[in-house]
């Protein structure tokens, strides 16, 4: 943890996080690459944010949302705030891909 890190209930927030940045923002077109996810699938992840908060940021790229959109829709569902983090990287399309494809090759006890 840098000196510029806070922690808050335990976790560690980085200094370009922040807890609000508007309502209803649009997701990337990178973003829509993989589907969402609905149903039970949906709901457990809902309950789970309801009862231990975001633990990780929803990433933002030109005011869009590019990583964490069902994060950002359960959020809205669990009447939880979203936090924010910009996205700073070089390649959006592969950071997409990388964040998403590694934790869906996980079944739902897993992830």
Same mark, same amino acid.
């Given at each position: 943890?840098?000196? @510029?890190?806070?922690?808050?209930? $335990?976790? @560690?927030? %980085?200094?370009?996080?922040?807890?609000?940045?508007? +309502?209803?923002?649009? &997701? %990337?077109?990178? !973003?829509?690459?993989?589907p969402l #996810?609905? $149903? /039970?699938?949906?709901?457990?992840?809902v !309950? +789970? #944010?309801?009862? %231990?908060?975001?633990?990780?940021? #929803? @990433?933002? =790229?030109?005011g869009?949302?590019?990583? $964490?959109?069902?994060? =950002?829709?359960a959020?809205? /569902? /669990?009447g939880? *705030?979203?936090? =924010?983090?910009?996205?700073? $990287?070089?390649d959006? *399309? /592969?950071f997409?891909?990388?964040?998403?494809? *590694?934790?869906?090759?996980?079944?739902p006890? &897993?992830?």
């Amino acid at each position: 943890m840098t000196m @510029t890190d806070e922690t808050k209930n $335990g976790i @560690t927030r %980085h200094p370009r996080e922040r807890d609000t940045m508007g +309502d209803d923002l649009p &997701f %990337h077109p990178l !973003a829509d690459v993989l589907p969402l #996810i609905e $149903g /039970a699938e949906f709901d457990r992840l809902v !309950a +789970d #944010i309801r009862e %231990h908060g975001l633990l990780n940021p #929803i @990433t933002v =790229y030109d005011g869009k949302i590019l990583d $964490g959109r069902n994060r =950002y829709r359960a959020c809205r /569902a /669990a009447g939880v *705030a979203p936090r =924010y983090v910009e996205f700073d $990287g070089k390649d959006p *399309a /592969a950071f997409v891909l990388s964040q998403n494809l *590694a934790r869906r090759h996980l079944g739902p006890r &897993f992830q």
